[in-house]
C-alpha cells in the first residue's frame, strides 16, 4: 500500500493505540469462521520467489537474509517494518502456493502471534492491523492447512485480538487510506469470525459514513493520488462483497462511492492499463485495477471533463493524462507534488512522457525533489516550483512537509475541433514571485499520432506588469528564464536530430517519435530519473529540455511531438518486458 508508516501519528495516539492492544489481547478468542470471504488480494509470484530466496525487499530496501525469520531481521527503517507487519507479502507467498511457500507463510505467522500478538510491537496501529487481518481471512485455507489444534487456536485468539483493537480504535485513523483499511478489516473479522457479529453494525455505518465525507461527486479523494484512489475502491469492493455475502445490507453512501470511484478510475488509466503517476501514486499494482474494476461490477465509461482534477486526452492508441487543477494543501498535502499543467502520454502499452514520481522509497531528498515542478513534464519558471514546501511548525522531519503557496486558480477549458481534441489550461502558481501566468494549450489529433502545444507566460494584470519588472530587473534585462521539461520513459531511446533543431526517440514497441519546436528555444538532452515503487535504487532516464527566456508580458512557445514510424503490424505490442527490481 502506497503510504509511510509512521508518519501520522503523534506520541499521544501512539501510546493510546499500544494501550489497546495490550487489552485487546485479553479479548474472549474467536474460535472458528462464521463466513471465509474469498481471497481476493493478488501476489506476484516473481516476489514470492524472492521471499522464499530470502531477499526481502521493503520500503526500497533489500535485506539478504536468507533461511531466517522475518521477524529476526532488522527494519532499515519505519517503512520497511510496516510492510512487514502489514503482510502483503502473504499475498505473494499464497500466489506460489507450493509446500515450501505455505511452510514459510506459516512460519512467519506463528512468529509473529509469539511476538508481537499480545499487543507488543510496532504493527499495532489501526491501519496496518486492518491490512494485516485482511490478508489473515483472506488467506486462512492457506495457512490453515495442515496445521495443529494449538496454532488454529493461537490463530484465532490473534484475529479476535486484533478485532476488538480495530473495534476501540479504527474509527480514530487518519482519515482516508489508513481508516478505509481499519474500517474494512474490522467489516472483515466481524462478519467472518465467530462472535465478533456485534462490530459489524458500528463497521459497516462507519465505513459508509467516510464514503459520504471523503469520496467527492467527482468519485475523487481530497490527496488526488491515483494509486491511493485505487487501494480505497479495492477495499470498498472487498468490503461490500463480505457484506452482501453476508446476508446484510451496506449502506448507500458505500454502494455510491464504488459508482463515482470507478469511472474515475477509468479516465486515471493509460492505454497500458497503468495509472497516471501523480501526488505521490505510482503505476498501481500489475492486475489490481482491472481485476478491481470487473469485480465491482460497475460498467459507467470514463467521465467527461475532469476526474478528480485530471484531464484526459485520447485518440488511437495514445492517452495523455493532464493534472488541471491545484495541488492538495494542508493536512493532505503530506505527499502532494507541485504538478499542475502536467502531463503523461502512453502509446499502446508503452508509457513515453512521464513524471519522475514518488521517490518515497529512496530516502528524503528524493522524495522531496519527486515533488518539485521541474520533475513534471510541464514549463517550469527560474528553476522554482509552481508550490512550494513547508515544515509544519516544530517538526524536523522531512516527511513532514507540506505544499503551501502553490496555484490557487486552475482554468480548465475543453473544445473538440475537426482537427483533434484540446485542452487549454493555466495556473497562478508564479504570479505572487514574477508576475507571470503559465498557460498551456494541448491538442491530440483525432489518430493519436501527433500532440501540438503552446506554453504561454503571459502578465495579466497592471500589477502583475510590475512584479513581472522587478523580476527582469533582477536578471539585469536578460529576462527570466523558462525550462519546459519532458522526462523519458527509461526504455525510450533518444538522440538530438537534424542539427540539434529535433529530437526523436524510439519506443521499444517499434514507434518513432520526433519533437520539434519553433525558433527562439534550444532543445538539449539532459539527465533525468524514473522513480519507481519495488526498486532498489532511482532508474537513470533522460530528459528532453525546451529552455529560453522571458523578455516581454507575453512569452509563447510552441512545440510538436508527431509520430514518425509506426509499430509493425507483424510486431504488434501485446506484452512488457520482466521487470527487474534490482536495477
Partial sequence: MPKAFSDQRAAGPRLIDRLHARLAAHARPATAFVQQP?????????????????????????????????????????????ECHGFGWLDDLAAIGDAAARETAQAWLWAWIDRFGKGRGPGWTPDLTGRRVIRWIHHAVFLLRGVTPEQSRAYFAALAAQTLFLARRGARAAPGLPRFEALTGLVYASLALEGMEDH???????????????????????????????????????????????????????????????PTLRSLRHADGGLARFHGGGRGLEGRLDQALAASGVRRKRREGLAMGFARLAAGRTTVIIDAAPPPKGALAGQAH?????????????????????????????????????????????????????????????????????????????????????????????VSGYGLTHARSLMLSLDGRALEGE?????????????????????????????????????????LDMGGTAVSMALRSGEIWVLRSEMGTEITLEPSVYLEKGRLRPRATKQVVLSG???????????????????????????????????
Fill in 200 to 262: 459489524a453494525t458500528g463497521a459497516i455505518a462507519g465505513l459508509g459514513a467516510d464514503c459520504a465525507r471523503l469520496i467527492d461527486e467527482q468519485g475523487g479523494i481530497p490527496t488526488r493520488n491515483p494509486e491511493e484512489l485505487l487501494e480505497v475502491f479495492t477495499l470498498l469492493s472487498w468490503a461490500l462483497a463480505a457484506i452482501e455475502e453476508s446476508g446484510r445490507r451496506p449502506d448507500a453512501a458505500h454502494r455510491t462511492a464504488i459508482e463515482r470511484i470507478a
Fill in 455 to 495: 506554453e504561454y507566460l503571459v502578465a495579466l494584470e497592471r500589477s502583475d506588469k510590475k512584479t513581472f519588472d522587478a523580476a527582469l530587473d533582477r536578471t539585469r534585462l536578460a529576462g527570466v528564464p523558462f525550462r519546459v521539461h519532458f522526462h523519458l520513459h527509461p526504455d525510450v531511446d533518444v538522440a
Fill in 549 to 583: 527566456r522571458a523578455m516581454e508580458y507575453a512569452t509563447r512557445i510552441r512545440w510538436s511531438l508527431a509520430k514518425a514510424q509506426d509499430t509493425a503490424i507483424a510486431v504488434r505490442d501485446l506484452s512488457r518486458d520482466e521487470v527487474d527490481v534490482t536495477s
Fill in 338 to 430: 507541485a504538478s499542475s499543467t502536467a502531463f503523461e502520454l502512453t502509446s499502446g502499452r508503452r508509457p513515453f512522457i512521464v513524471s519522475c514520481g514518488s521517490g518515497v522509497s529512496f530516502g528524503a531528498k528524493w522524495r522531496r525533489a519527486g515533488r518539485a515542478t521541474p520533475s513534471h513534464s510541464t514549463l517550469c519558471l527560474d528553476g522554482t516550483s509552481s508550490a512550494r514546501l513547508t515544515k509544519s511548525k516544530g517538526k524536523r522531519n522531512d516527511r513532514t512537509e507540506r505544499l503551501d503557496a502553490g496555484p490557487a486558480r486552475v482554468p480548465v477549458q475543453f473544445d473538440r475541433r475537426a482537427e483533434g481534441h484540446r485542452i487549454e489550461i493555466g495556473h497562478d502558481g508564479y
Fill in 38 to 82: 474469498e481471497p481476493r488480494t493478488v501476489g506476484a509470484f516473481t516476489r514470492g520467489r524472492q521471499l522464499l530466496a530470502g531477499n526481502l525487499l521493503f520500503g526500497g530496501h533489500l535485506v539478504e537474509a536468507p533461511e531466517t525469520l522475518l521477524w529476526d531481521v532488522t527494519a532499515p527503517d519505519p517503512v520497511f517494518a510496516a
